[in-house]
C-alpha cells in the first residue's frame, strides 16, 4: 500500500511536472557535436575562457570572493564574454535579467549556466541525504530529487551542485549530513537515483537540471574530519569505497563533476589528473565538465603546489578542471598561458567544449529564457504535491533506535503528554542545513506535528533552558547555552505531572554542514542534563533525536526507554515525526552508518578489515581493541526496529559453487511475527575469506524493502554474479579471486543467517 502511494506521488509528480516537456533526445548527440564545433570555431581565445570563469552572485556567497570582481565588472566581463556561468543567481525574474544581459550583450550571445545548490529540496525541503538514505528507498531520492529540480527550474536555475556523494566515516565531519553515510553499495544507489532525479529523462525539459557529483574526491576521508583538511588514502580504498558512488553517477549519464578542497595523497584533488583525467575523462569516458570548488584553483596556493595564481592555472587546466568557480585563475592567466606556449590550446577548447555540450543539452542556445517563467515559479513552489512528498519521504527517514516495552506508538487519546526541549518547537531546524532557498521558520514543528494528529488538548509544551545563546546563522559559530537553567524547573514540573514524555534533543541545523566540524560528537548544551533531570521525575521518555550526523547517545540508550531517529527531516518534519509516535505509519529506516560510543572510534564503519588480532583469545590486553571502551558501535550500520517482529529463515542457496559464467541465488524468508503490518530492509552481505589482500569483514552487496502483514512471510532473493566480488587489489585492476565467501541476510550489518559458498 505505502509503494503504490510514492508510486501514486510519483506519477502525479511527473506528470504535472511534463506536461510541456520537450520530447527526449531532441537533440542527437552529434548534432549538438556539430553545434558545438561550430560555436568553438567562432571563438576567440578570450571567449573561450571566458566560458570557463564562473563567479557566484556577490549577495550569496560560502566563501571569499575575488578582489576587484563587484557587480559592475560583472556586468561588464558579462558583456565582453569573458562569464561561462554564475552560482548563487537565483528567481526566474533575477536569472532572466543576468541571461538576458549575458544574451544581448555579448558578441557571440552565448548564455550563461546557471547554478545553485539544491542538496535537499528549493524551497519545499525534503531530509536532509543522510536522512533520506536512511529510508533505503533510491526511489525515494529519485522523487525528492525530482521535486527540487522542478522548484529550482521554476526558479530559473539550470544546474545544481548535487549529489554530494562523499563517502564518510568520521562523524566529527559536518558534511556527513550532506551525503549518503559509510557504505559504497547503498551511497551509488543513491547517487544514481538523485542524478536521475535531477535530471529526468530528457535535460532539455523545463524542468529538469543537470547534476554535480561532488566532491571529486576522497573529501569524506579528511584526517580528523576537520572541514579542507588532508586525505591519505591507499588505491584500493579509494576504488573498492570512494569512487564506486562517483561511478554510478556517471552510469546515470550525470552532466557534471566538482573537485574537491582536500588533498589527496599529498596532491590537492584540483589538481589530480589522476582522478579528472586518467580516472573520469579517461576509463570512465565521462564527457560532461568538471568545474572547481570555491576557489579551490586558488587554493592550490595555501596547499604549497603552486606559488601564484597562475601557476595555479597551469596545474588545474593540465588536472582536467574545466571551470574555475570563483578562483579568478583562468580569467586572469589561461589566455597569457596558451601565449606563452605552457597550455597548449587544444586543453582549453576540449573544457570549452564540454561546457558548451552540457549547455546545449540543457537547451539554451534554443530558449535561453525557457527557465525564466514567473508564473510556473509561483505555481509550483511548496505546492500541495510536493509538500505531501516531503511528508513521506520525512516519515520514511526515521529510524527507531530503541523502544522498551513498546512505550511506542503512543495512544492519541487519553494520555497526557509532556513535549519538551527547544528543538521540539522549533520550526527552523528541521529544514537542516543547506536548505537553498526553504523560507526561514516553514517547517512543521514536532510540537505541531503532534498537535495535527492528535488535537491539542493532551498535549503540553516545555521548551526548557536555552540551547543556543543569540544568534544562529549559516556564516558564524554557534554559542551553546551552559549556565542559564531558566526553564528546567518548569520542564521538570510538567513532565512530573504527565504521563509521558517526549523530548527533542540533538543538534541545531547550524551544528552540521560546511566548516562544521566538531572535536566532541556528544549532546551540547544543557541537553544532557535536561534529559537526566526529566528522566528523574518521569521514566517514560521517548527521545527525538534531530541531529545532521551519528552523535553520542550512550546514558540515554542505556536509560530512556524509546529513542527516535529524526535527523533533520526538511518543510513536513513534525507531521512525519508525530505519523511514527503515534502509530500512523510504522517505522521502517535503517542506519545509514554505524552510531559510535564514543568519538574516539572514530573512523568508524562496518566494513572495516579484520586486523591481526580482531579476537581477546589470551585474556591479555594485546588485541585490537580500547581498554575504555568496547570497539563495537552502539548501533550498526542497517540497523532500526519496527513496531512488528521480523524472524529470518531457511537460508538457502542456489548452488555452493560460482564461476565466471554462473551465478548464485541466495534467499531467506521473511516473516512478521508481530501485530502490525511492517517493512523490513532486508540486507545481503558477504566476506571474501582469504584474498590477495586483506578484505572488509562484511560488504553490502544488497538490498530490498518489503512490507509484511502481520503473519505473513516472503521469500527475498538475491542474485550473486561475480562481478558482486570483484575488488580493486594490490596489481591496480578489479577481479574477483577464486575462494571461500561467507554470506549474510539479516535485518543489518551484525546479524543474520549465515552460509558460505566457494568461487571456483
Ligand atoms: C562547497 C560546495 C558548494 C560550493 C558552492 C563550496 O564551499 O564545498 O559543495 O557547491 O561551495 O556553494
Known amino acids: 500500500m505505502k509503494k503504490l502511494i510514492l508510486s501514486i506521488l510519483v506519477m502525479s509528480v511527473i506528470a504535472v511536472a511534463c506536461t510541456k516537456s520537450t520530447d527526449p533526445g531532441k537533440h542527437a548527440k552529434n548534432e549538438i557535436d556539430v553545434r558545438v564545433e561550430a560555436l568553438l570555431a567562432k571563438m576567440t581565445l578570450t571567449e573561450k575562457v571566458g566560458q570557463l570563469n564562473q563567479y557566484s552572485s556577490r549577495w550569496e556567497m560560502t566563501g571569499p570572493a575575488p578582489e576587484g570582481v563587484d557587480s559592475m565588472a560583472l556586468y561588464n ?124 529523462d530528457d535535460l532539455s525539459a523545463e524542468n529538469t537540471i543537470a547534476a554535480c557529483a561532488k566532491h571529486f574526491a576522497a573529501y569524506g576521508f579528511i584526517e580528523s574530519g576537520r ?38 595523497n599529498e596532491m590537492p584533488a584540483t589538481a589530480s589528473s589522476y582522478l579528472q583525467r586518467d580516472i573520469l575523462k579517461g576509463e570512465w569516458g565521462f564527457d560532461g565538465f568538471v568545474v572547481s570548488d570555491w576557489n579551490s584553483i586558488g587554493e592550490l596556493i595555501p596547499h604549497g603546489v603552486a606559488a601564484d595564481k597562475k601557476a595555479a592555472a597551469l596545474l588545474a587546466i593540465n ?59 509561483e505555481a509550483v513552489m511548496r505546492c500541495e504535491e510536493h509538500l505531501a512528498a516531503a511528508k513521506e519521504a520525512a516519515k520514511k527517514s526515521i529510524v527507531l533506535l530503541k523502544n522498551d516495552n513498546n512505550l511506542l506508538p503512543l495512544k492519541k487519546d487519553g494520555l497526557k503528554i509532556a513535549v519538551i526541549g527547544e528543538l521540539a518547537e522549533s520550526k527552523d531546524v528541521p529544514l537542516g542545513s543547506w536548505r537553498a532557498k526553504a523560507v526561514t521558520n516553514s517547517a512543521v514543528s514536532l510540537l505541531e506535528g503532534m498537535k495535527n ?15 543556543i545563546n543569540g544568534y544562529r546563522s549559516f556564516l558564524t559559530e554557534l554559542q551553546f547555552n551552559t549556565t542559564n537553567r531558566n526553564g528546567m524547573s518548569a520542564a521538570k514540573n510538567l513532565a512530573s505531572k504527565s504521563d509521558v514524555v517526549v523530548i527533542a534533543l540533538g543538534e541545531d541545523c547550524w551544528q552540521s554542514g560546511e566548516g562544521r566540524s566538531q572535536t566532541d560528537i556528544a549532546l551540547k548544551g544543557l541537553q544532557q542534563e535536561l534529559l537526566e533531570e526529566i528522566y528523574k521525575v518521569n521514566k517514560n521518555v521517548v527521545v527525538v533525536l534531530m541531529n545532521g550526523r551519528p552523535i553520542e547517545i550512550n546514558w540515554m540508550a542505556e536509560n530512556v526507554p524509546s529513542i527516535v531517529e529524526c535527523w533533520h527531516l526538511g518543510s513536513e518534519a513534525g507531521n512525519g515525526i508525530a505519523e511514527v509516535l503515534f502509530g500512523d505509519y510504522n517505522p521502517a529506516g535503517k542506519l545509514p552508518v554505524s552510531f559510535p560510543r564514543a568519538v574516539g572510534q572514530q573512523p568508524l564503519y562496518y566494513n572495516h578489515l579484520n ?55 541466495a534467499s531467506a524468508t521473511i516473516t512478521n511475527t508481530g501485530d502490525v503490518v511492517g517493512e523490513e530492509v532486508v540486507q545481503l552481505y558477504i566476506r571474501d575469506l582469504v584474498g590477495s589482500v586483506s578484505r572488509p ?64
Open 453 to 467: 494528529t492528535t488535537g491539542s488538548s493532551s498535549i503540553n509544551f516545555a521548551k526548557g533552558p536555552d540551547y
Open 77 to 200: 566581463m558579462i558583456k565582453e564574454g569573458k562569464l561561462g556561468s554564475m552560482l548563487n543567481v537565483t528567481g526566474a525574474i533575477a536569472t532572466c535579467n543576468i541571461q538576458r544581459w549575458a544574451v544581448d550583450s555579448s558578441r557571440l550571445g552565448i548564455p550563461l549556466i546557471l547554478a545553485y545548490d539544491v542538496i535537499h529540496g528549493y524551497e519545499t525541503m525534503f531530509p536532509i541525504p543522510l536522512a533520506e538514505a536512511a529510508s533505503w528507498e533510491p526511489e525515494l531520492a529519485q522523487l525528492s530529487s525530482r521535486i527540487a529540480a522542478i522548484e529550482a527550474s521554476a526558479a530559473g536555475l539550470h544546474w545544481t551542485f548535487a549529489p554530494m556523494v562523499d563517502i564518510a566515516r568520521d562523524a566529527r565531519w559536518g558534511r556527513f549530513m550532506e551525503g549518503s553515510g559509510e557504505d559504497p553499495y547503498l551511497g551509488a544507489k543513491m547517487a544514481y537515483a538523485r542524478v536521475k532525479g535531477f535530471q529526468g
Open 227 to 264: 572541514d579542507y583538511n588532508s586525505a591519505q588514502i591507499g588505491n584500493p580504498t579509494l576504488h573498492n569505497i570512494v569512487l564506486p558512488p562517483f561511478k554510478a553517477c556517471v552510469e546515470a549519464e550525470v552532466a557534471t563533476f566538482m573537485n574537491a578542497f582536500n588533498t589527496i
Open 611 to 665: 586486523t591481526g588480532r580482531p579476537t581477546n583469545r589470551e585474556g591479555n590486553v594485546f588485541w585490537s581493541h580500547y581498554t575504555d571502551q568496547s570497539k563495537e558501535p552502539l548501533f550498526p550500520f542497517g540497523y532500526g526496529l519496527s513496531y512488528t517482529q521480523f524472524t529470518y529463515s531457511d537460508l538457502a542457496l542456489s548452488a555452493g559453487e560460482i564461476n565466471e559464467d554462473s551465478k548464485i541465488v
Open 697 to 760: 569483514v562484511k560488504e553490502l552487496k544488497g538490498f530490498k524493502k518489503i512490507s509484511l502483514k502481520p503473519n505473513e512471510s516472503q521469500k527475498v532473493s538475491f542474485e550473486i554474479t561475480t562481478e558482486d566480488l570483484e575488488f580493486y587489489g594490490a596489481s591496480g585492476e578489479w577481479k574477483a579471486e577464486p575462494g571461500e565467501f561467507k554470506l549474510w541476510i539479516g535485518p543489518n550489518s551484525a546479524e543474520g543467517l549465515e552460509t558460505a559458498f566457494v568461487l571456483k
Open 319 to 377: 588536472a582536467g578542471s574545466d571551470m574555475d568557480m570563483e578562483g579568478n585563475a583562468y580569467v586572469k592567466h589561461l589566455e597569457e598561458l596558451v601565449n606563452e606556449g605552457l597550455v597548449e590550446e587544444t586543453l582549453v577548447d576540449d573544457a570549452v567544449r564540454r561546457i558548451l555540450r552540457i549547455k546545449f543539452k540543457l537547451g539554451l542556445f534554443d530558449d535561453p529564457y525557457k527557465y525564466c517563467n514567473p508564473e510556473r515559479e
